[in-house]
């Protein structure tokens, strides 16, 4: 291998084990936030602050409520079908044709798989593991 090879995987798995650390990073600030947000929401719930502004130094903060749509998964599809024309095995002959019948593309990534590391289990005093 040359060395513009080895050191081109050197900087990959640098950069990838930084990518790593940050994702650790915001999922755990994503999850403290969600704590926030829960808190805060339910505050404004409780003290009819529904359609008041919180003013910040750069924004707001606002209570909002929106409508979200279900996803549409393929046992969505199925029990809607089911539930439309009355018969199990229509409906699961029109999902298997809209499911089989989806485009496929090919994609060539890299992919770096990261070997845990074992605990070892500690030693009792006569040398034998626990």
Same mark, same amino acid.
């Given at each position: ?21 940050? #994702? ?6 994503? @999850? /403290? +936030? &969600? =704590?926030?947000? $829960?808190?805060? *929401? ?37 029990? #809607? ?6 018969? @199990? /095995? +229509? &409906? =699961?002959?029109? $999902?298997?044709? *809209? ?32």
């Amino acid at each position: 291998m040359s060395d513009e090879f080895k050191d081109a995987i050197q900087k990959l798995v640098e950069i990838d084990n930084k990518i790593n650390k940050i #994702k650790d990073l915001n999922d755990s600030l994503r @999850k /403290e +936030k &969600a =704590k926030l947000d $829960t808190y805060i *929401l339910g505050f404004m719930n409780e003290n009819n602050m529904k359609n008041k502004n919180i003013v910040l130094s750069d924004g707001k903060l606002r209570y909002v409520t929106s409508n979200v749509t279900e996803s549409v998964s393929k046992g969505y599809i199925l029990s #809607k079908l089911t539930e439309y024309f009355k018969s @199990k /095995e +229509k &409906a =699961k002959e029109i $999902t298997d044709y *809209l499911y089989n019948s989806r485009g496929k593309s090919e994609k060539v990534e890299l992919k770096r798989t990261i070997t845990k590391k074992k605990a070892v289990k500690p030693k009792s005093e006569n040398g034998l593991k626990r």
